[in-house]
């Protein structure tokens, strides 16, 4: 017997029960739906700054150089990870400043959560955004330039991670092309800027902490070995 052994292969139990969202145990969804006992892990917001990172990593245009000098958020070739960007205490960066980034002018122990028209409207109207979405349509083109189907799929996976519904699929095709069944190379741009900001997408979930989940996994594995 080794309560140390025992005590490691608990904590990998646990993690893999709490880190998933998902709700399919409708039986423990019907019992406790607040999750007051803590039986899934709850979605979680993504911060400012690893909202504009995946849609950079979606679009594969993120710049994963580590070290080196920060620049200011709007430069127009600034695509590293948004902890290498400058954040000014004069005039704090428009996503910074609606998506709840802690005032730098004083101390903040924690970022409190808001849901305003004004991001809504930030994202719907960003050029940012916008830029990454044609630039991930282009790349679906050239992956499948004579395939709707298959490029909804691509899309959904890099951006979704999980493959459409039916009814998705449909919808999808039928927002990319126009009244006379053309396809529209601005309506690719629009559907991947949608889905960017959709809630599944602005949200942890399950799918988006599989990769984490499957090395946290294999971390517990090789503890136990060890033991």
């Known amino acids: 017997f080794s309560s140390r052994r025992r005590h490691t292969r ?8 709490v880190c998933s969202s998902d709700l399919s145990p409708t039986n423990y969804h019907d019992r406790d ?16 700054e690893v909202w504009r990172d995946s849609v950079l990593s979606a679009s594969q245009k993120l710049d994963t150089q580590m070290t080196g000098p920060s620049v200011g958020l709007d430069a127009e070739k600034f695509r590293r990870r948004s902890v290498y960007a400058t954040v000014t205490r004069q005039k704090q960066n428009d996503l910074y400043r609606l998506f709840d980034f802690p005032d730098p002018k004083r ?6 959560p808001t849901t305003t028209p004004l991001q809504h409207l930030y994202l ?3 050029p940012f955004l916008s830029q990454q979405a044609t630039a991930l349509a282009a790349s679906t083109e050239s992956s499948h330039p ?3 189907v298959a490029r909804v799929m691509e ?3 890099r951006v979704l991670m999980r493959d459409p519904t039916r009814v998705e699929l449909e919808e999808a095709l039928q927002l990319v092309r126009d009244s006379s069944g053309k396809v529209s190379k601005e309506a ?3 559907l991947i800027q949608s889905l960017l900001i959709t809630n599944e997408f602005l949200y942890r979930s399950e799918e988006h902490t599989s ?14 070995e060890k033991k």
């Open 33 to 48: 739906p607040d999750n007051r006992q803590l039986w899934r892990m709850n979605r979680k917001r993504l911060e400012a």
């Open 211 to 224: 990769e984490l989940q499957s090395h946290l996994n294999l971390v517990c594995r090789l503890l136990l």
């Open 10 to 17: 608990f904590k990998c139990d646990w993690s893999s029960d």
């Open 188 to 190: 690719w741009a629009l």
């Open 107 to 112: 101390h903040s122990e924690a970022r409190i």
């Open 124 to 126: 719907l109207n960003n």
């Open 146 to 148: 004579d395939n709707p």
């Open 155 to 157: 899309i959904f996976h």
